[in-house]
């Protein structure tokens, strides 16, 4: 029997999601609930039902997993307690700072309604999370670094557009290449969260809104952007839509550290993502996820987790045997 999917919210990582659904074989996407009006929601896949939130209720014992395309500033932080009761869930929160409480929340929340909640799936956080574990597991002595880019950030772009007097917003994070060439080159050097990365931002006002006061409000943004230099530009939405419309991104994580008697070997470990599509691939993590949540689920076990949590297998279609033959 195929999972029965759930998307909540239709934007770019809901339409990911029914991509990724009718790409998987053990899949099927059951309904997708929105806070519009269902009547001007137009998806892909015929013959699914479109679903105003305010019944999703209903919808309780029709859905396996059900998951949620909102934003991590504002969205996230309330939906995933709240349906975590209702549904087995999972989430793209990608604010890492608040992470720890997003999870404590999520957790009391399932356990509460019984169900499993994934948070944080993607692939910063979720697979680059993955990576930082397994290589600090393997080279306790050395250091960690990550860079993020060229690309647009979904979450900080939707963090912008948020703002008070923004009609469109897209935000490119750009590494800086003197501090990763002197990663790559074994240099181990001590960089802040500002020497790392550089922040692009392009705007479009809303009518008669305060620039000055917008972009004040950008750079002083904690968690997203008060850590770095941030360049804001205000466009129109024609150079907006013509100039910025691509999704790419991608990103590396490092890490460097040494073995031997006397610390003589130095070795680093480096693991890279070149995206064309930052939520098509995103959707792709989260549904290959949403796997792992049913089959948890199945056991009987309840709670928040994440990418950490969860073994390889539970990930994949295949048998253990078949993984055993193609993949170890």
Not at 178 to 192: F, I, M, Q, T, Y
């Amino acid at each position: 029997m195929k999972t029965r999917i759930g998307i909540l919210g239709y934007g770019n990582l809901g339409r990911g999601i029914e991509i990724a659904v009718e790409a998987a074989g053990d899949m099927e996407l059951a309904a997708v609930f929105t806070r519009r009006d269902p009547a001007g929601v137009k998806i892909l896949t015929e013959g699914v039902p479109v679903v105003n939130v305010g019944e999703i209720e209903q919808w309780k014992d029709k859905i396996d997993v059900l998951v949620l395309c909102g934003g991590s500033a504002t969205d996230l932080p309330v939906q995933t307690p709240k349906y975590a009761e209702m549904f087995n869930v999972i989430d793209s929160f990608d604010t890492h700072a608040r992470i720890p409480e997003h999870f404590a929340d999520t957790d009391a929340a399932a356990k509460k309604g019984g169900k499993v909640a994934m948070i944080s799936v993607g692939w910063d956080p979720g697979l680059f999370s993955l990576n930082r574990v397994y290589a600090n597991a393997i080279l306790p002595d050395g250091k960690d670094y990550t860079f993020w880019g060229k690309g647009v950030s979904q979450g900080h772009s939707d963090a912008v557009r948020r703002i008070d007097g923004v009609k469109n917003a897209k935000q490119y994070t750009i590494p800086i290449d003197k501090a990763l060439d002197a990663v790559r080159s074994g240099e181990n050097p001590e960089l802040s969260t500002r020497d790392k990365h550089l922040r692009e931002c392009f705007v479009v006002l809303e009518e008669g809104a305060d620039a000055a006061k917008v972009e004040k409000e950008i750079k002083e943004m904690p968690n997203y952007f008060a850590d770095y230099d941030t360049v804001v530009h205000f466009i129109s939405e024609e150079e907006l839509l013509r100039d910025h419309a691509g999704m790419a991104h991608g990103g590396f994580v490092f890490r460097t550290g040494c073995t031997g008697v006397n610390k003589e070997h130095k070795h680093i470990i480096e693991y890279s993502l070149k995206l064309d599509s930052n939520p098509e691939f995103t959707t792709s993590v989260l549904i290959a996820y949403a796997r792992a949540v049913k089959r948890m689920a199945d056991e009987g076990q309840t709670g928040a987790r994440t990418v950490l949590d969860v073994p390889p297998a539970y990930l994949c279609q295949q048998s253990g045997e078949e993984l055993r033959k193609h993949f170890l």
